[in-house]
């Protein structure tokens, strides 16, 4: 069966760390181009990064530039976001995704196969 499932959301005062995770089974993650996306309340879903399974290079939104890392290990079929520096403003549902048809990441327009449950960040004093 096909599941990703998604850990590691919770409160953060601003400034703190959290870091994300997203568990694969069904489908292995290092052959496929591997995401994050996030949801605020009363806002449109946007993508926040994603990582290349063809090199392992990583592209992220500017708004997270310098203060999120987006890591696998295809050992543990696990894909993780690393989130420092969080802002009020990165306070949201996060959810990972897969592409199937991709081993790259790019800007273009993708398909997303698979996606996890979300988990909820809030980042408040």
């Known amino acids: 069966q096909v599941q990703f499932v998604e850990s590691g959301g919770g409160l953060v005062q601003p400034g703190g760390s959290l870091r994300l995770s997203c568990v694969a089974s069904?489908?292995?993650?290092?052959?496929?181009?591997v995401g994050w996306f996030r949801q605020a309340p009363g806002k449109d879903r946007e993508w926040v990064s994603c990582?290349?399974?063809?090199?392992?290079?990583?592209l992220y939104t500017d708004s997270v530039k310098g203060r999120f890392t987006i890591s696998k290990d295809s050992a543990k079929n696990t894909v993780y976001l690393q989130m420092s520096s969080l802002k009020p403003e990165d306070t949201a549902v996060y959810y990972c995704?897969?592409?199937?048809?991709?081993?790259?990441?790019?800007?273009?327009?993708?398909?997303?196969?698979?996606w996890g449950q979300g988990t909820q960040v809030t980042v408040s004093a």
């Open positions: 995704a897969a592409d199937l048809e991709r081993t790259r990441c790019s800007y273009g327009p993708t398909t997303w196969n698979y």
């Open positions: 069904g489908f292995f993650l290092q052959y496929y181009a």
């Open positions: 990582i290349s399974s063809s090199d392992g290079s990583t």
